[in-house]
């Protein structure tokens, strides 16, 4: 199958079949065109105050048939979940039910207002109220706060609450310190600089996970707080979390945890119990929200008793049958507002239809699935990719290295790309950084055992042939993506980041 | 459950490849957890969800239903049925971020075209590739002129939405910086200008204020670049864009707003989209992902994620932002409403936003105890009423009217409560307006 041309033949346009090359639509818009009709006011005595556009805005637009021929055209120049495997460790893309999507679309979801009066959208709020029960029966932790837009978000939002704690004790000026583990999300050691913390690195062991002896030489009156993803981002579990947890608390500092990895224990084990202080929850990764090329995300915070009374506004409380949303910043000793109005509210109820459909037992045959899966794929790759921590029980993602490649002259990145032209997305690659030439594999529970065969041979398939020597096959991959590589240097260094070729 | 495709002897067979005799062999791990039962509810089928989440949306009273005229930072509008059809297709709703260009240009030339739409729309150099929502995106916006003037103060404008203030307030105070607030500013009279110096970091003025204001920037613009300080320009009606001065001519430096109310639903506070854009120079002090334009290995044009340089994932403590998820498909619907709309439709829409609003306006004046307050406006104004605005409110969504939003809602304790916000889109017609006046007649 790999002994084919090393390009496939031209086109004389450039469209190959049913994939058309399809232009910006700025290229084929015009300004006076709409797909839209809109009736032109009669005339009336405007209330601009002279500030009405002078200026071409320099936006065409397209009919409504030409609209839908151009998005459907970029869609397919698109792989999605639904077309193939998209195994992305540590980003996790599984599979979207529909009736999620169609739940989130009900009109008393879709088309209420946030300033609504509150006795109009009690069902909205009872929404937010069994969302909340789930995640905190899931987190064994005692509050929530919903308004975080994306995990990172969430990031920000429980290091608020720590720092807000820290500041109630009255020691802001000395606990300065956040450790976090080099194999630690990029988003992590940003949100704790971006609120003034200074980031302390912690090393993992050679087993590639965080020893409590190392933390216990980190940990002093000056640390804050610790922020560790468990599971971790090699795919491995943290053993040694509780006593993690132990040593900061006794130093008087807090234990974040990165809940990015939730999905592999959902159901089984709850980070209430390992001393968890603040978590973030990507209801994306975990519970299957779409992401959309890039969200919209969602990040809810679980805190524990010692931190819950500093969640951000807006805070949900049941009066007896009414249920209240407090958007007062003042309440309680809560830290203020991190976004406007309540949360995502389209994400909750595609979440909770997640966890509805589900249960608790069916979350929990989920994480079994994902980490069954994930440790199926190891076990089939054995003997032929190599991984930095040895061939050990892994979560719901498989991380291995690139020395198994050396010799070859073929790279992480050639590798990844030649799996394109056989019909996948690619790994996660070059992530975490503490493994050389990483490609992290999470099947997640969506995939079939066949699927996942068929996935473990196609690897099996390209490992040989780039042990064999074929290694040009890899450079001049992908050739039958709809485009071939890209040059991201190019991109970077001459930035060209809006269409120029009009009047702007 | 239907999700999942493992069958018992596809899992027996699994775990004897992986060579361990029972699935919990592989969270040995994990035990220092105790075991104790997840007091959960067993799965439901489809059919069952749907008729669950159906009764909580029954308790909710949708915009759709009644007359509605709320704004306050989120607005209605129509929104045409391809835009939610072409979101849902399977490659566009199920991909991931892009991080492999060459299987992602449909997300790319898409997110392209929004930094495109979204840059001409404010009249600025360039865009990023969505924020979250306005609010946040106002909040970087604050962080990033931090960044460029090595200054920690911040000024905003009574004008800005309280919760946009309220957000760039718990960033200043948690990331140690400082905001100066200045007092509700309900007829846009306050004096700005004088209060710039060289400590300034950035101004942040907002326009259509949130009391329904439109404000001229020019001269705080003006103020702003002679103290060495950025203006940071503020909308959370995108649609006004369509008909009023752009912040870009104006002089604004940072560009931020709302972009829900093209293409996207209400969906009581979110997912919603953030807009940014500024000038050129600032491009590496930006926040967030953008979207560039290059050439692949045979030289045809392609887009990747760029200037990742910026980005927590290589600069880590040292990254502009935190950012790494974004609202890529709001940032779609944008995108597509706004093709669909084109230049032409988007000017119609916003004069028709303008004119269902200059009618409102007018009726309104005329019912005693009812006194419009704005000089200028969009299709936003404030109304001062005879008692407390939000029981006023309550009573009249009791009487099927959702007739705005009390300021008291968003600025509590400061003597606000006589104060209305009353928006008017495109999708409010002469009954509609006509039960809000006789409603709000009957109810005074």
């Known amino acids: 199958m790999l002994d084919q041309p090393k390009t496939a033949p031209a086109t004389f346009t450039g469209n190959r079949a049913l994939e058309m090359e399809e232009p910006l639509l700025f290229e084929i818009g015009r300004p006076e065109t709409s797909g839209v ?32 021929r151009h998005y459907v055209r970029l869609s397919r120049m698109n792989y999605s979940i639904d077309a193939g495997m998209y195994p992305l460790g540590s980003c996790t893309m599984k599979h979207n039910p529909r009736l999620n999507e169609k739940m989130a679309r009900l009109a008393g979801f879709a088309d209420i207002h946030p300033l609504q009066p509150q006795s109009t959208v009690q069902g909205a709020l009872e929404a937010m109220e069994q969302l909340t029960h789930w995640l905190l029966t899931l987190t064994n932790m005692e509050a929530l706060a919903l308004s975080p837009k994306a995990g990172a978000h969430g990031e920000i939002c429980g290091l ?8 109630a004790r009255g020691e802001t000026a000395t606990r300065k310190i956040v450790l976090v583990p080099q194999s630690a999300h990029g988003t992590n050691p940003a949100s704790a600089a971006l609120l003034g913390f200074e980031v302390r690195s912690v090393p993992a062991g050679d087993d590639g996970i965080v020893h409590a002896e190392d933390v216990a030489s980190a940990v002093g009156p000056d640390v804050a707080a610790i922020m560790l993803t468990n599971p971790n981002t090699c795919g491995l579990f943290e053993r040694d979390i509780g006593r993690i947890a132990k040593l900061v608390r006794e130093a008087g500092g807090y234990f974040y945890c990165d809940g990015a ?23 994306h990764k975990t519970f299957s929200t779409p992401h959309g090329g890039g969200g919209p995300g969602a990040g809810p915070v679980a805190l524990s008793a010692r931190l819950a009374p500093f969640a951000p506004a807006p805070v949900l409380i049941r009066k007896g049958e009414k249920l209240e949303l407090n958007e007062d910043v003042e309440y309680g000793q809560g830290f203020g507002r991190i976004a406007a109005f309540h949360g995502q509210m389209g ?41 930095p921590y040895g061939d050990r029980i892994c979560m719901h993602e498989v991380l291995f290295d690139d020395a198994w490649l050396s010799g070859s002259g073929v790279t992480t990145l050639d590798f990844a790309k030649a799996m394109i032209d056989e019909g996948y997305h690619p790994m996660t690659i070059y992530f975490p950084l503490v493994a050389h030439g990483a490609m992290l594999i999470e099947p997640t529970e969506s995939e079939s055992k066949a699927s996942l065969d068929l996935f473990i041979a196609t690897l099996r398939r390209l490992g040989e042939k780039a042990l064999s020597g074929e290694s040009e096959l890899f450079h001049a991959a992908p050739r039958y993506a709809p485009r071939r590589r890209l040059d991201e240097t190019l991109a970077a260094r001459k930035p060209v980041l809006r269409w120029e070729g009009g009047a702007t | 459950m239907r999700y999942h495709p493992l069958t018992d002897s596809d899992r027996a067979a699994m775990l004897a490849a992986v060579g361990v005799a029972d699935v919990d062999e592989l969270f040995a791990d994990t035990s220092a957890a105790p075991a104790s039962g997840f007091a959960l509810p067993p799965g439901k089928s489809e059919l069952e969800v749907e008729r669950h989440l159906s009764r909580l949306a029954a308790r909710n009273l949708p915009a759709g239903q009644v007359p509605f005229f709320i704004g306050a930072g ?95 307030r718990t960033v200043a105070r948690l990331a140690e910086d400082e905001v100066v607030s200045l007092a509700p500013d309900i007829v846009a009279q306050e004096d700005i200008v004088s209060r710039v110096d060289d400590s300034i970091s950035c101004v942040i003025v907002q326009t259509p204020d949130f009391f329904g204001n439109l404000r001229d920037l020019r001269a705080v613009a003006e103020t702003c670049h002679r103290h060495g300080a950025l203006l940071v320009a503020v909308f959370t009606e995108a649609v006004s864009l369509g008909l009023v001065t752009p912040p870009g001519e104006m002089g604004a430096d940072i560009v931020v707003g709302e972009g829900q109310s093209i293409g996207n639903a209400l969906s009581f506070g979110g997912p919603y989209v953030g807009l940014f854009a500024t000038r050129r120079e600032f491009v590496r002090q930006m926040p967030g992902r953008l979207c560039g334009e290059t050439v692949d290995a045979d030289g045809r044009r392609g887009f990747v994620l760029t200037l990742s340089t910026r980005e927590q994932h290589i600069r880590r403590d040292k990254a502009t932002s935190n950012i790494c998820t974004n609202s890529g498909l709001c940032a779609l619907a944008f995108n597509i409403h706004m093709t669909l709309l084109g230049e032409a ?77 009353v928006a008017s889109t495109e999708i409010n017609t002469d009954e509609d307006r006509a039960a809000l006046v006789a409603e709000l007649k009957g109810a005074l």
């Open chain 1, 347 to 387: 994400m909750f109820v595609r979440a909770l239809a997640y966890m509805l459909s589900h249960g608790g037992d069916g979350l929990a045959q989920a994480s079994r699935d994902a980490v069954l899966s994930a440790n199926y794929v190891r076990a089939k790759l054995r003997g032929l990719m190599s991984a």
């Open chain 1, 261 to 283: 990895n939730l999905n592999a224990i959902a159901g089984l084990a709850r980070p209430g119990d390992f001393g968890v202080d603040a978590m973030h929850i990507n209801l």
């Open chain 2, 74 to 168: 989120a607005y209605r509008h129509h929104v045409p049925a391809s835009v939610d059809h072409l979101i849902q297709r399977s490659e566009f709703l199920t991909s991931y971020t892009p991080y492999q260009p060459e299987i992602s240009q449909g997300t790319l030339q898409y997110l392209f075209e929004f930094q495109t739409q979204v840059a001409a729309l404010a009249a600025m150099e360039v865009a990023n590739a969505s924020m979250y929502d306005g609010s946040t995106g106002c909040a970087e916006a604050m962080l990033m002129a931090h960044r460029i003037t090595k200054r920690r103060k911040a000024l905003l404008s009574g004008g800005l939405h309280p919760h946009y203030a309220e957000v760039a």
């Open chain 1, 37 to 68: 009709d809109v009736e032109e006011p009669e005339p009336f005595e405007d209330c601009l105050g002279g500030l009405e556009r002078q200026r071409p805005i320099g936006l065409p637009g397209l009919s409504e048939p030409e609209t839908l």
């Open chain 2, 345 to 421: 439709g988007l000017r119609r829409l916003a004069r028709r936003n303008h004119a269902n609003a200059v009618a409102l306006r007018n009726m309104l004046r005329e019912i005693p105890g009812v006194e419009p307050l704005n000089r200028s406006f969009f299709n936003e104004f404030t109304l001062r009423v005879k008692g407390d605005a939000a029981e006023l409110v309550e009573r009249l969504a009791a009487r099927g009217v959702l007739a705005g939003a009390p300021v008291s809602r968003l600025i509590p304790n400061a003597g606000l409560d006589d104060l209305l916000l």
């Open chain 1, 160 to 167: 608020m609450a720590i720092k807000s704690a820290i500041a």
